[in-house]
């Protein structure tokens, strides 16, 4: 019993040194980042006020490292985000928000659907838009060396949002990776698309208001059209190049007009009200991710639209899911 004890004790005494270590670390991490920010405009009086209470949050570490885009099948994944639940949701959040939402969807000419879609999916319906100080989570991803320069970049950009009073840092509490309000912006995001819609001179993204109209700025920003294709479900013959299967987010590549693919596509006649002169992508996103998945199955074609939510999010899954949701959105308003 005492050997256990001994054992226990020197494996707590060396956990605690780990900790001790890289919060030692991470104090002259900041240390550094202070003159990083203080070369980029940061005042040192907002410096100090807002980054006093900053610490490493070892969670967060441990979130980065596992996401369910890339551990859960696709079938599940959309399942899980696009129950009848979600769209009941969605529909009373919309009734509840008409005005607004019609409002924003003329003047941006982004469907009301597919804001709530996103909007459900982000943080269903404004419940759940996290309980993380995101200038702890950006700070402890910008330490971290997986992707310091990224998140470097993200906290410099929100200390700059903060300098010009754009947004109150007291307000910022939401994703682990720093993203913030019902559509969880990161803060270059922020930067490049929010908007005071209803002109009290503060971005508040947990105000529908705002939120809803910065959610389409940046769809129209990044060239989303309205009431085209997604993308479609299909399945593939064995003949198909294996070069033309997608299994990464990043880009879609060896995009080819649909008329094209049709001969790998079993039931093709089932496309025709497509525009067979289109350029489509194909992708299979459980493969190389899902232990012994197979490797023409499931298989999409996907369109423009389909990467321009690439571009809010870079998960296969989370887009394929985006506009399941917004399909069936659509059906019940």
Known sequence: MKQI??????ILFS????????????TIWKEKFKKLAMSNNI????????MANVKFLPNV???DRYQPEFYEDTKTYISKRTTKNK????????????????EVQKKYN??????LSLMGIETNYGTYVGKMDILSSLSTLSFDKRRSDFFTQELLILLTLIEKNYINYETLYGSWAGAFGFFQFMPSTIKNHALDFNKDNYIDLKNPSDAYASAANYLNNIGWKKNS?????????????????????????????????????????????????????????????????????PAYIVFDNYEKILKWNRSLRFALAVCTLKDKIKNEL
């Open 5 to 10: 004890n001994i054992f226990f004790i020197i």
């Open 15 to 26: 956990f605690s040194n780990l900790i001790a270590d890289e919060t030692n670390d991470f």
């Open 43 to 50: 005042s040192e009086t907002t410096f100090d006020k807002v």
């Open 61 to 63: 570490i441990k979130y």
């Open 87 to 102: 769209v009941k949701k969605g529909i009373s959040f919309y009734k509840k928000n008409s005005n607004l939402i019609n």
């Open 110 to 115: 982004i469907e009301k659907e597919l804001l």
């Open 229 to 297: 294709h997604c993308f479609y479900k299909i399945k593939l013959n064995e003949n198909i190049d294996k070069k033309y299967l997608n299994v990464s987010a990043k880009k879609i590549k060896n995009k080819r007009k649909l008329k094209y693919f049709k001969k790998f596509i079993f039931n093709n006649e089932n496309l025709n009200f497509i525009n067979e002169n289109i350029k489509v992508g194909i992708i299979t996103p459980d493969k190389d991710i899902i232990p012994n998945s197979e490797t023409l199955k």
